[in-house]
């Protein structure tokens, strides 16, 4: 695993993938750009890029535990982040633009709010739907 870096990009030597610095001073990465990050947790980004592709680690434990502690980092899940490095290489494999193609299990804008919760009734059980 190997990650370089100036002082206005971060570059794997095993994934397509990126971190840059914007304007602001911030950093972006290439599969998460929705996301204004520390160099820090770009780095953590980038490493995780590198964690998820790397066949050999599918079954180690030790691994495994590292992408979940990188995610952490980011402020996503383990999955969300493997949703979105699955998806910018399948859009990759097909020519198309890998931002394109959003979805449903993407994370939500990092400034997004949560619904306030709805009180439920004390005398009625709350009604699931399965359908």
Known sequence: MAVHGTDDTLRSDRTPEFAQRTETGGWRLSWLPEYTLTREQAWAGMELDELVSDLAAVHDRLAHAEISARADLLGIIWQQALIKLA??????????????????HDP?????????ARSIDEHRAPQAYYG
């Open 108 to 116: 939500p804008a990092p400034l997004s709010r949560l619904r306030p």
């Open 87 to 104: 998806k910018r290489i399948d859009a990759r494999g097909r020519g198309d633009d890998p931002a394109a193609g959003e979805s449903s």
